[in-house]
């Protein structure tokens, strides 16, 4: 675990020091999911509950009163239990909450209903996201429900809900140096997976085999999971953006769009490589690569505190644009194909998101309705694309069914940038050296 009790501390108490007087923040666990009978999807804990307890069970609910004279933290969880423990494993119990996690009280989850009443009653403002948990919504409005029922008795029921999630997800866009320390490890694993897959890759294979080569080398190096589906697509399929079918024949003469991260102690990797199956390049992929390449180092080289995240899109778009012209895959005028979006039937997505807890992750795009200037700590992937669908008749056949991605997970640091991500070859000239070996 890299990321210490103490940071989680700092994190609850960055949090309480912004929210105001006589208010209460209620943040839930993630729960089990069901995948068929008696059967789980693999558990994983709520990325902003994660983030300020560390605490990795279901069936949990933070508190945080600041000012709160029996203790600010109060966590609920399941109660120690012996019978289902020898079946699913220790619980920390409402003591460990507060031993090993911090809370100042702890109590039973099946408690919840009976407390809560209490620790609500007199606050003025409950930060809950509500609309995503409806269970929780639920329980919240019954709790202010009961606690309004006893008005005549003098209790005073919280007049306002707001959401938590602007206080928090701005705290989660700044990574700290001990999140930067473990995104680097993921970025670092990542890549080598990568590098693995094309040193494997073969025509015959299947994309899941591929697919395996990653998985492997990420559950080696302690990441179990990916931070997402891995996308494995050989051929046309590079063109569908979210294809995790995984599942035909890798064929010479095709490309292949590798778009896989790990998942490392709770931190996402996001890297996309595109390389041909039988390790050369055929001329129509080499041109549409190398503008895809262009276009990627450009927005990277762009990349410093101050500079508008919408540019790094613009430049992209700019370089990707011009570049489909010069192969006569545009035809126009510069500005006018960018401004009636002609080139979204090549390149549909944005320039990349916010990296972090969570693969897309949190944080405002805009403040005051403009995008915001990136700034030191903020991680963001960079990864233009090129597609041209098999059906496109307006291009030569040559083009169709080219799908190129390249993808890398950027720092912004106090003068530039760092590439998290900067294992893995990407000229064509290294790929097709390291595909020779
Ligand atoms: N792997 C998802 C993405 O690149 O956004
Ligand atoms: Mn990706
Ligand atoms: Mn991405």
Redesign the pocket.
Known sequence: MRISQSDFAARRQQLMDQMTPGSVAVIPSAAEVPRNRDVEYPFRQDSDFYYLTGFNEPDALLLLIPGRNEGQVVMFCRDRDPEMEIWNGYRAGPEGACNEYGADQAYPVAELDERMDGLLEGKARIYYSMGTRETLDGQVRDWLNSIRKKARLGAVAPAEIVMLDHLLHEMRLFKSAQEIEVMREAGRISAEAHVRAMKACNSGMKEYQLEAEISHHFAMNGCRLPA?SS?VGGGDNACVL?YTENRDELKNGDLVLI?A?CELDYYAG?I?RTFPVSGLFSPEQKAIYELVLKSQLACIEAIRPGVPWIRIHDLSVEILTQGLMDLGLLKGELEGLIESGAYKAFYMHRI??WLGMD??DVGDYKVDGDWRPLEPGMVL?V?PGIYISPQNEHVDEKWRGIGIRI?DDVLVTADGYEILSAGVPKSVAEIEQLMRQ
């Open positions: 997402y996308i979210h778009d991260g996001d996309t990349g998101h693969v897309h992937t990864e993808e």
